[in-house]
């Protein structure tokens, strides 16, 4: 049984540029969720999916954020016009959703730099 | 508004101590799913425990140790014999629960850096 997957583990881009992230989770998992982790601080949640479903979006998620799971397998996180206060650890999750077993697993994360 | 407070910033210990990380949370929900994650400085968050609130009884998992107290709001986390190995970023985290019993987005507490010194 594999972990959650994230690539890439590193992209430093100049301001202005978009990037994308692929996030794969754990084979059985139908919630998968995208945080994010600045320097000393915890995760922040941006949004998750059921499914294919997106059921909720934090106002940290602005309008340059964008995020897909179109098969309710692998998701994709994608910042358009990138600033360096994006500069950050972007990490997802996936989980069970229903039930008694509900908790989230990590993949290593993609550490984002902004020049 | 749900949030975790975790106090201390840093902890050093040497080695074979005990030490213990303290968690403070708030919620207005009834039902709600409390977890201690370790990031280590590879960076991975790894999953420690899951306790529902429903449940106050504390648990032992060899050398760790979690005590929920529901009265003062509180889950504290206690390493005995503390290694080397234990050296890592400690995060609580607090979830709400849906109707349909899953739990939702987690929210994080600051984490606790704790340094175990040979």
């Not at chain 1, 922040?44 to 964008?66: G, H, I, M, P, V």
């Not at chain 2, 990380?21 to 039902?31: G, K």
């Amino acid at each position: 049984d594999t972990g959650v997957s994230q690539d890439p583990r590193h992209k430093i881009t100049k301001r202005g540029q978009n990037v994308t992230f692929r996030c794969d989770p754990i084979s059985e998992h139908n919630r998968l969720y995208w945080y994010r982790q600045t320097l000393g601080q915890g995760p922040e949640f941006l949004t998750y999916f059921q499914n294919e479903a997106q059921l909720e979006k934090s106002r940290l998620l602005s309008d340059r954020f964008s995020a897909e799971r179109p098969k309710g397998s692998f998701s994709t996180l994608e910042i358009q016009r990138t600033e360096q206060g994006d500069s950050a650890m972007y990490l997802c999750a996936s989980g069970w959703g229903g039930g008694a077993t509900d908790t989230q697993y990590f993949g290593p994360g993609t550490r984002l730099t902004v020049l | 508004a749900q949030k975790v407070t975790q106090a201390q910033t840093e902890i050093s210990v040497v080695e074979k101590e005990d030490v213990t990380l303290d968690c403070v949370y708030e919620t207005r929900d009834t039902t709600y799913y409390l977890f201690w994650y370790k990031q280590p400085p590879s960076g991975e968050l790894v999953f420690l425990i899951r306790r529902n609130s429903f449940d106050e009884q504390n648990e032992i998992s060899g050398r760790y140790s979690w005590n929920f107290q529901k009265s003062t709001s509180s889950f504290n986390f206690t390493i005995t014999a503390s290694q080397v190995v234990d050296s890592a970023v400690y995060f609580c985290a607090l979830s709400e629960v849906k109707s349909t019993g899953a739990n939702s987005k987690l929210t994080f507490g600051k984490g606790i850096t704790l340094s175990v010194r040979p």
